[in-house]
Each structure stands twice: as C-alpha cells, then as structure tokens.
C-alpha cells in the first residue's frame, strides 16, 4: 500500500461540468505521442471578474474568445504552470506534489500583480479535471498525462496597468518522456534569461519569449539546451534552458540556490534534494561558479552534470560546451546518483515506491 492515500482530496468548490459528447480518445496511438500536440477531451475555465472568481467549469476542449485588445496579449500578463498525472498497472492515477503547483502559480501571479488562485479552487480543478479525462492518463510506462494550469489577463485594455479581469485555464495533454536523443549544451554568456530584480523566479511566459532566441542560436550550433548564467557577469551557473541544473563534483551535489530569485524553484529540484539526502550525499545549494565546473571537468571530479524538471524529470547531460572547447561527460550509466533518484522518483509517481515523504496525491 503507498501511504499518500489517505491525501484523498475534498471538493469544496463549485465546478459546473459539462461533458463532451463524443470523445477524441479512439484517434489517439498512446505508444506514438507528439510532444504538447494531442489535447484531452475536457479544459477547465473560470472567470476573475468583479473582484472574485466566478464561473468554475469544466468543459469541452475548445478556442476561446478573446479581445483583440486582451491585455496578456500586449502586456505579457500570463504565468502558468506544469505537472503530470501518472497511472499505474491498476488503472489508478496519481498527482506528484500538486500543492507545490498551487503555491508557485501564486508567487508568479503576485510578481505580475494577478489575483491569487485559491489553492482550493486549483486543487479541486485539476482534481475533477483529470478524474473526468482519466481515460487520458497514459498507463505506458515512461507516459503521462501533462497538465498545464494558466492565468492570464483577459481584461479588454490599451492602457499599462494591472487588469481587472483574468481567465485560469487549465487543459490537460498526454506526452511521453521529453528528451530522448543526448543533451549537448553550452554555457552561455552572450545572452541571459533573467536578472536580479526581474521576474526569473516567475513561470511568466515572458521568460519563455525571451529565451527562444537565444536557444534557437544555441540549437542551430548544435546545443540542445543552454546553460543560462548571471546577467551581470556571466560567471554563475543559473539554469539548463528550462530545468534547473545539478552538478555531481567529488561527493557533493552541488546547484545554484533560488535566493538571488534569478532561477525558477523547480518542484523536481526540491525533491531530488531531499532524495539525495537521504541517500547520504553531501547538498550543496549556493552560488556555482562556471570556472569550478570546467575545472572539475578538467580534472575528472565532475562525475555528473544533469537537468531537473516535470517534463523529464531527470536529463542527464552528455557535455558542456564554455567558450568553444566541449568537455565531454562520463558514460550515463554510470551516472549512479542520477540514475538511482530517477528510478526512485519514477517509482513514487506511479505509485510503486512507498510514499514517505506524502508527495503523492492518489486521484
Ligand atoms: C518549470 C521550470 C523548471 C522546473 O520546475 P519543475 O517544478 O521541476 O517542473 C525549471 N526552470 C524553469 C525556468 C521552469 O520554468
């Protein structure tokens, strides 16, 4: 028996569904997923207006309606968040700690002046949510049920203020694992994804705009992800494009802390943290330096290098490029600590590890 069962949500809001008559679900071949390119049948919907939020439904997949003049779509107004839900050989579903989900969706919201979400409300959306698409959660091991919760100002408005009127979205998409092909990046130091001050810490999709050029340069020379540093001066580790990034130097697991608020608190990092703990291996979560990486790499300490995020979980990096020389990184198998707490976490999000921690969250 896993133990977060017990965690068996209450619904207190007041979710209208209304269902889709005839499911999408038979042109759907769970064993060829298209990454984000396949929706469920069902979204959720609700109105921020007069203050509060009001018409909570869940309904058919559909277009929405929008202003020319909606205020995100000139202003940048719109955070968002990703999670899976994942199934099971029983056919049961579980969510990987959702609540932290709720919780970052209002730190992002607060830093562009949204309205709060109730993390009742969330929970009971996404709950209700994938229980009605349940059909949707792929059982193929390595698959998922990709859930994309969003808030954006939808107030009809040419002036530059914070809107009155949102929209909170959530649809639901099944995937597969992310990257499957080696993950090649390069430290970048021309370009950066965020600067003390700014909004780094946010999931505000502005970040995402503005980082595409600079990948799309990275990917044209040849680098998967970039490893974005310090604006400032370029010689701090930050982030590997959109994951959080890890280094295994000597004994120690070493990646940069959140405190600067210029790198994103992934759920993925804070757990793969704790599991690393427990496993007796030396934290450390600091300021990272480019030149102790590339000296590690030189001298054969650096035995790890990896990403951390909902999409992949864990994505082991097979080099890192910084100023032109490539250092190549030692073979993926025997990268123990990544390989040990991707199985680990794998295991506890379909529901096969005991659950001591209460991270999962059984639909
Ligand atoms: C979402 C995101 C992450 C990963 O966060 P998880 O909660 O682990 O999915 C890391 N970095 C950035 C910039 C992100 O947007």
Redesign the pocket.
């Known amino acids: 028996m896993i133990k977060g069962e017990d965690k068996t949500m209450d619904i207190v809001s007041n979710i209208k569904i209304e269902r889709s008559n005839g499911s999408k679900l038979p042109f759907v071949d769970f064993n060829n997923i298209k990454f984000g390119k396949q929706f469920s049948d069902h979204m959720f919907v609700a109105d921020y207006k007069d203050g509060e939020w009001q018409n909570l439904k869940i309904m058919p997949y559909a277009p929405i309606t929008l202003s020319p003049a909606c205020a995100a779509i000139h202003y940048g107004q719109s955070v968002f968040e990703?999670m899976k839900a994942y199934k099971n050989e029983d056919g049961e579903i579980f969510l990987f700690r959702p609540e932290?989900?709720a919780k970052?969706i209002n730190k992002s919201a607060a830093r562009l002046c949204m309205p709060e979400i109730p993390e009742d409300m969330f929970m009971d959306a996404v709950k209700q949510l994938v229980e009605v698409d349940a059909d949707w959660v792929p059982a193929v091991e390595g698959c998922s049920l990709y859930i994309r919760p969003f808030l954006f100002a939808s107030e009809e408005l040419l002036g530059v203020r914070p809107a009155d009127e949102y929209k909170f979205i959530i649809f639901t998409s099944p995937v597969n694992g992310y990257y499957s092909d080696e993950v090649h990046v390069k430290i970048e130091t021309e370009y950066s994804?965020a600067c003390e001050g700014g909004v780094g810490y946010a999931?505000a999709a502005g970040?995402y705009a503005a980082a595409l050029y600079p990948a799309k340069l990275g990917q044209e020379a040849g680098f998967k992800q970039l490893v974005w540093t310090d604006a400032k001066e370029h010689k701090y580790i930050e982030?590997a494009g959109?994951?959080?990034i890890m280094f295994h130097i000597g004994d120690a697991l070493i990646t940069p802390n959140t405190e600067l608020k210029t790198?994103?608190a992934?759920?993925?990092?804070g757990s793969v943290l704790t599991l690393a703990e427990e496993l007796g291996v030396k934290v450390e979560e600091r300021r990272v330096t480019v030149s102790e990486v590339i000296e590690a790499a030189k001298n054969g300490t650096l035995k790890d290098v990896f990403g951390?995020?909902?999409?992949a979980t864990i994505a082991q990096v097979s080099s890192i490029t910084y100023e032109g020389e490539r250092f190549d990184l030692p073979a993926l198998e025997t990268r123990t600590l990544s390989n040990e707490i991707g199985q680990v976490l794998q295991d506890l999000k379909r529901g096969r590890a005991e659950d001591t921690h209460n991270w999962i969250y059984k639909i």
């Open positions: 990703g932290e989900n970052r994804r999931k970040n982030e959109t994951m959080n790198t994103l992934g759920v993925t990092r951390t995020g909902t999409a």
